[in-house]
């Protein structure tokens, strides 16, 4: 059972415009939420996180947008430059269970056109 | 960021054998390390979440005795693939934190693609 769904496995958007990455989530003990950016034959590395005592943060031209009732979440990218072409993952932990080992989304595959 | 590394980055093995994949955290004490597996076109999975000097806690459905994962250093784990088989073809990715890190600062190492003939 996935209990972090993206269900968009691509994306294309042109460059300068807003890229909108779309994240679900069952599990209702998950309580902090985060974006990784991955390149091919690279680890992760963190964009963005959320606690979900907020709806919002906002870090750049990376924001992040937290709707709990929905269990939805969504990273938001304006503008879109080339260089944030990549996989974009999604993930989530729940507090308390240990050490926050994150459960993952299948990732989308953001592609930024010229 | 911390820096994370994995070793090797790739490997290639015939069935029945074991494989060792290192994971080092290069500029910080790494109290807790993850274990994650990634199929193609799958979410990373975590398959064990391991503390410094302690036994290493298993996701459920992964098999302990077959995934071996020694932390005996604040800055070293390694998982050993033990009698691979072809169905243990796969990316495992490493990710460190350290102590009284905030809940986002989990370091990941690039990955090593394991292959089993």
């Known amino acids: 059972d996935q209990q972090v769904k993206q269900n968009s496995p691509s994306l294309s958007v042109q460059e300068g415009r807003i890229s909108i990455l779309n994240c679900d989530y069952t599990?209702?003990?998950?309580?902090?939420f985060l974006w990784y950016k991955k390149y091919p034959a690279e680890g992760p590395t963190f964009l963005i996180s959320i606690s979900s005592i907020k709806d919002k943060n906002e870090d750049g031209r990376f924001t992040v947008f937290l709707n709990k009732s929905a269990k939805h979440l969504s990273l938001h990218i304006v503008p879109s430059q080339p260089g944030d072409s990549a996989v974009y993952f999604c993930?989530?932990?729940?507090?308390?269970?240990?050490?926050?080992?994150?459960?993952f989304g299948k990732g989308t595959h953001l592609i930024i056109q010229p | 960021g911390a820096v994370v590394s994995q070793h090797p980055s790739w490997v290639i093995c015939k069935s029945g054998t074991s494989v060792k994949i290192e994971c080092r955290s290069l500029?910080?004490?790494?109290?807790?390390m993850f274990w994650y597996r990634q199929f193609p076109k799958q979410s990373l999975m975590l398959m064990a979440t391991s503390n410094e000097g302690s036994k290493a806690t298993y996701e459920q459905g992964v098999e302990k005795d077959k995934f071996l994962i020694n932390h005996a250093s604040l800055t070293l784990s390694t998982l050993t693939v033990t009698s691979a088989h072809p169905e243990d073809s796969s990316f495992y990715i490493c990710?460190?934190?350290?102590?009284?890190?905030?809940?986002?600062?989990?370091?990941f190492g690039p990955g090593t693609r394991l292959t089993v003939l």
């Open positions: 993930a989530a932990s729940a507090a308390g269970g240990g050490a926050d080992g994150l459960t």
């Open positions: 990710s460190a934190r350290g102590p009284g890190l905030a809940r986002d600062e989990q370091f």
């Open positions: 500029d910080f004490q790494a109290t807790t």
């Open positions: 599990n209702s003990m998950f309580d902090y």
